[in-house]
T-cell receptor, first 113, second 112 residues
């Protein structure tokens, strides 16, 4: 089946540094990748939609200069959290549409200290 | 009010029990998804429904489009079914290129 590989699964970084999260589609081409964030006991919330070869579409309230999305190829989309702050600590997960629904990465738990 | 509401929020069951998780939504949808999120956070897609009923192993999902309601049933529950079950809908208009709107999830614990 269609698999999205997401790395890293956990990362701890210092305030002010940047963190890059990668999502790779392993056996299919993902022209679109959805990036979600989930705070404890909350629903997954869409942050942005990345499209191969074009600019990402950000949801209202999501700072595009802080959350940089790159979708340079049909198999790789990245999310970079720049100048991370403790309030950016969250669970980030990517997802791609496939023929039978959606496939999800395994998620990245980011802790900013 | 959230567009996707799930009940119950938390559910504890004894092994072997029949479990039902409910999902109601208030928007027009093209499909409804049931997802399973494990303690580590990883998410697995269980079902995609646009009408009727689907079954996979001990899991059954139903949807009533007129009533805007879906249920996920687990028969003969087992401790390994313990997870958060999430209902998500795909809108049938506009939207961000097909993204999903998620419920808050139902945390299921099945005791041996």
């Amino acid at each position: 089946g269609a698999v999205v590989s997401q790395h890293p699964s956990r990362v701890i970084c210092k305030s002010g540094t940047s963190v890059k999260i990668e999502c790779r589609s392993l056996d299919f081409q993902a022209t679109t990748m959805f990036w979600y964030r989930q705070f404890p006991k909350q629903s997954l919330m869409l942050m942005a939609t990345s499209n191969e070869g074009s600019k990402a579409t950000y949801e209202q309230g999501v700072e595009k200069d802080k959350f940089l999305i790159n979708h340079a190829s049909l198999t790789l989309s990245t999310l970079t959290v720049t100048s991370a702050h403790p309030e950016d600590s969250s669970f980030y997960i990517c997802s791609a549409r496939v023929s039978l629904g959606y496939t999800f990465g395994s998620g990245t738990r980011l802790t900013v200290v | 009010k959230n567009e996707v509401e799930q009940s119950p929020q938390n559910l504890t069951a004894q092994e072997g029990e029949f479990i039902t998780i409910n999902c109601s939504y208030s928007v027009g949808i093209s499909a409804l998804h049931w997802l399973q999120q494990h303690p580590g956070g990883g998410i697995v897609s269980l079902f995609m429904l646009s009408s009727g009923k689907k079954k996979h192993g001990r899991l059954i999902a139903t949807i009533n489009i007129q009533e805007k309601h879906s249920s996920l049933h687990i028969t003969a529950s087992h401790p390994r079914d313990s997870a958060v079950y999430i209902c998500a809908v795909r809108l049938n208009y506009g939207g961000s290129q097909g993204n999903l709107i998620f419920g808050k999830g139902t945390k299921l614990s099945v005791k041996p």
